[in-house]
């Protein structure tokens, strides 16, 4: 349902908050001509032996969106499993035990959707004793023509001969004995059995979607698709993990691309190409994904012109400039969104960067707004990770561009300069 006031607007245009339940996606999702969902699909549904699909793109480009639309279209064809990695990463660092024995607990609940109770028994049985301690009674009982032990976890049964000391003369000692944890071999093991029994029973594979793994650090990436590797890649399930675009400039992202069945890049919308010329399509994409939720009465073709023009085709700055633009309509007791207001919550964003940015980051992205090349290294990768820049284009036809809100503060630079 589209907004029917601005507040309205306000909740629907969230940029932390992508496309994922169904109502969403048939209400809002538009259609995206470079998008790779197609061959994803062909794969997952053609392959046979659990494929593993790496998805990436920039910053802010609409991967999990994409996801979502992707687990709408499959979802008659496979057992979903949807797991978004922000619940498991902490400081920029993704707990991949965490995240695994949440894959375990989303395959028990298709196992009980499937009517699989011993399946379902084992993973409940499964999580019981891996809770720590167990507290056990060692026992030694002295009878004719010998000692017997027995270690009884029954503290009735221990009660009885308690009461019977004198007679049997014996001796109690009460250990605790640990119960190993279980490790990930374990979790993947019972995931692997379970996702078995689930598609003798459906005759439908698991399909595990996990988006915002791009959102953890460079370094905690190199380590799971490298040290971690086997953990992501002998589940038995059909898996498409997201990752950080960086990891492709890393000498052994090589080795990563050999152990995955596909490595995919959602590219951003371009609202111009690299020489400057307008690109019609994608600023009508652009258009019609603030169109689908705001009518015309609430933003004015020329401000919706103008958004689409400041985003730089980054879904996520599209989003968010909507949303600020909502809240200056508020603050002002305004019922619309037009250029004005546009250019209001314009300055607002302009200002964070401004008070953050020092002349290095200024000469650098003046640098790459005028080569159109990515800056490997750790002030261009910073620049990058803060959407200050992006990626755009496909296959050998990359490019970059600095965020367009942010072409006054390089105008600067080159004043001064001259």
């Given at each position: 349902?589209?907004?029917?006031?601005?507040?309205?607007?306000?909740?629907?245009?969230?940029p932390?908050?992508?496309?994922?339940?169904?109502?969403?996606?048939?209400?809002?999702?538009?259609?995206?001509?470079?998008?790779?969902?197609?061959?994803?699909?062909?794969?997952?549904?053609?392959?046979?032996?659990?494929?593993?699909?790496?998805?990436?793109?920039?910053?802010?480009?609409?991967?999990?969106?994409?996801?979502?639309?992707?687990?709408?279209?499959?979802?008659?064809?496979?057992?979903?499993?949807?797991?978004?990695?922000?619940?498991?990463?902490?400081?920029?660092?993704?707990?991949?035990?965490?995240?695994i024995?949440?894959?375990?607990?989303?395959?028990?609940?298709?196992?009980?959707?499937?009517?699989?109770?011993?399946?379902?028994e084992?993973?409940?049985?499964?999580?019981?004793?891996?809770?720590?301690?167990?507290?056990?009674?060692?026992?030694?009982?002295?009878?004719?023509?010998?000692?017997?032990?027995?270690?009884?976890?029954?503290?009735?049964?221990?009660?009885?001969?308690?009461?019977?000391?004198?007679?049997?003369?014996?001796?109690?000692?009460?250990?605790?004995?640990?119960?190993?944890?279980?490790?990930?071999?374990?979790?993947?093991?019972?995931?692997?059995?379970?996702?078995?029994?689930?598609?003798?029973?459906?005759?439908?594979?698991?399909?595990v979607?996990?988006?915002?793994?791009?959102?953890?650090?460079?370094?905690?990436a190199?380590?799971?698709?490298?040290?971690?590797?086997?953990?992501?890649?002998?589940?038995?399930?059909?898996?498409?993990?997201?990752?950080?675009?960086?990891?492709?400039?890393?000498?052994?992202f090589?080795?990563?691309?050999?152990?995955?069945?596909?490595?995919?890049?959602?590219?951003?919308?371009?609202?111009?190409d690299?020489?400057?010329?307008?690109?019609?399509?994608g600023?009508?994409?652009?258009?019609?994904?603030?169109?689908?939720?705001?009518?015309?009465?609430?933003?004015?073709?020329?401000?919706?012109?103008?958004?689409?023009?400041?985003?730089?085709?980054?879904?996520?700055?599209?989003?968010?400039?909507?949303?600020?633009?909502?809240?200056?309509?508020?603050?002002?007791?305004?019922?619309?969104?037009?250029?004005?207001?546009?250019?209001?919550?314009?300055?607002?964003?302009?200002r964070?960067?401004?008070?953050?940015?020092?002349d290095?980051?200024?000469?650098?992205?003046?640098?790459?707004?005028?080569?159109?090349?990515?800056?490997?290294?750790?002030?261009?990768?910073?620049?990058?990770?803060?959407?200050?820049?992006?990626?755009?284009?496909?296959?050998?036809?990359i490019?970059?561009?600095?965020?367009?809100?942010?072409?006054?503060?390089?105008?600067?630079?080159?004043?001064?300069?001259?």
């Amino acid at each position: 349902m589209k907004a029917n006031s601005i507040e309205d607007a306000l909740r629907l245009f969230d940029p932390h908050y992508p496309l994922v339940d169904e109502d969403d996606i048939k209400a809002y999702y538009v259609e995206r001509d470079t998008s790779p969902l197609a061959e994803i699909k062909t794969i997952l549904k053609t392959d046979t032996g659990f494929p593993k699909v790496l998805l990436s793109g920039s910053p802010g480009c609409g991967k999990c969106t994409e996801l979502g639309k992707l687990k709408e279209d499959l979802k008659k064809e496979l057992h979903i499993v949807f797991i978004s990695a922000k619940e498991f990463t902490s400081n920029f660092e993704l707990n991949l035990e965490g995240l695994i024995t949440k894959i375990l607990k989303e395959v028990a609940v298709i196992a009980e959707k499937e009517k699989l109770k011993d399946q379902k028994e084992k993973i409940e049985k499964f999580f019981q004793l891996s809770h720590g301690w167990e507290l056990n009674t060692e026992v030694t009982i002295s009878v004719k023509g010998g000692k017997g032990k027995d270690l009884l976890a029954d503290t009735k049964l221990l009660d009885k001969f308690s009461g019977e000391r004198s007679e049997h003369e014996d001796i109690f000692k009460q250990v605790a004995k640990k119960i190993s944890k279980p490790g990930l071999d374990d979790v993947i093991k019972l995931i692997n059995e379970t996702a078995e029994e689930i598609d003798l029973k459906s005759k439908k594979d698991v399909l595990v979607l996990v988006p915002d793994m791009d959102k953890i650090s460079l370094d905690n990436a190199k380590d799971l698709f490298s040290k971690s590797l086997q953990n992501l890649t002998k589940i038995q399930c059909f898996m498409v993990y997201t990752f950080p675009l960086l990891l492709k400039y890393d000498q052994d992202f090589i080795n990563i691309y050999h152990n995955f069945n596909g490595v995919y890049y959602l590219p951003n919308f371009t609202v111009f190409d690299q020489f400057g010329n307008p690109d019609e399509n994608g600023q009508k994409k652009l258009k019609e994904i603030i169109t689908k939720r705001m009518p015309s009465k609430l933003i004015y073709d020329e401000a919706v012109d103008l958004i689409v023009k400041l985003s730089g085709g980054i879904v996520y700055e599209l989003i968010k400039l909507v949303r600020q633009c909502c809240i200056v309509a508020l603050m002002e007791k305004i019922k619309f969104i037009d250029d004005e207001v546009v250019r209001d919550a314009e300055e607002r964003i302009r200002r964070v960067y401004r008070s953050v940015y020092f002349d290095e980051e200024r000469k650098l992205l003046l640098q790459i707004r005028q080569d159109k090349q990515f800056l490997n290294t750790d002030a261009g990768k910073k620049l990058f990770n803060q959407l200050s820049f992006t990626e755009y284009g496909t296959g050998d036809d990359i490019w970059y561009d600095v965020n367009p809100i942010l072409f006054p503060i390089l105008e600067e630079i080159e004043l001064a300069e001259e």
